[in-house]
């Protein structure tokens, strides 16, 4: 059964933290995602990642970098956490030519 | 003006309905398009997936895509208590081969089928 795992259910972190989002998949998938999903907003895509060590900007990077140094897991990190980047974030990978991606569950994130 | 345009409802309806819905989307160069099922505090699963115009149907779920219009629908038949669930549309411009995968999703529409 694949599996792609977030380190974290829910995070309460505080304004001006550095926040580490962890993300593992077991499929092999050359290629992983960052969205984040708002209500009303739907999934926007902040990083995605094609291969170790290489990485390209969403939709939305602004205020969040990452990180890939295995191809199995693939780190968000908000660098100083404001509160408008509360929210859900969903990790994402897929297998390179295929359009499905596979989620985690999710990590809500609440920055206060 | 968003790329990809779903009425995010919320949409209830009473169990056996037939339940339609819709995104409309302006990049012409979209040619795959997905519909993704997400229940609540679980990640998004695919459900659906279309390349270019047509229907397709699997059991009782069929996408229809009208690239002339930039319209693509999902209807549910027989809709059970089951399908309640937040329904995303995704569609993607890039080709097989070296494709990343990259999506572009809509807002979401949330469902509720109720007995």
């Known amino acids: 059964d694949v599996k792609v795992t977030q380190s974290s259910r829910y995070l309460v972190k505080r304004t001006g933290e550095k926040v580490f989002l962890e993300c593992v998949q077991d499929?092999?998938?050359?290629?992983m995602f960052w969205y984040r999903q708002d209500p009303g907003l739907g999934l926007r895509l902040i990083y995605f990642?094609?291969?170790?060590?290489?990485?390209e900007k969403g939709d939305i990077p602004e205020g969040y970098s990452v990180s890939r140094e295995k191809k199995e897991r693939f780190s968000l990190i908000l660098e100083s956490a404001s509160t408008n980047q509360t929210s859900m974030y969903l990790c994402?990978?897929?297998?390179?030519?295929?359009?499905?991606?596979?989620f985690g569950q999710g990590t809500r994130l609440t920055v206060v | 003006q968003k790329e990809v345009e779903q009425d995010p409802g919320p949409l209830s309806v009473p169990e056996g309905a037939i339940v339609s819905l819709n995104c409309t989307y302006s990049?012409?160069?979209?040619?795959?398009f997905m519909w993704y099922r997400q229940y609540s505090r679980k990640g998004p699963e695919l459900l659906m997936y279309?390349?270019?115009?047509g229907n397709k149907e699997d059991g009782r779920f069929t996408a229809q895509v009208d690239k002339s219009s930039k319209y693509i629908s999902l209807f549910i038949r027989d809709s059970q208590p089951s399908d309640s669930a937040t329904y995303l549309c995704?569609?993607?411009?890039?080709?097989?081969?070296?494709?990343?995968?990259?999506?572009?999703f809509g807002q979401g529409t949330i469902l509720t089928v109720h007995p």
């Open positions: 990642s094609y291969d170790v060590k290489m990485k």
């Open positions: 499929m092999d998938h050359e290629n």
């Open positions: 995704a569609m993607s411009a890039q080709a097989g081969g070296t494709s990343y995968g990259k999506l572009t």
């Open positions: 994402a990978s897929s297998l390179t030519g295929s359009y499905e991606a596979f």
């Open positions: 279309t390349y270019s115009s």
């Open positions: 990049n012409s160069a979209f040619q795959y």
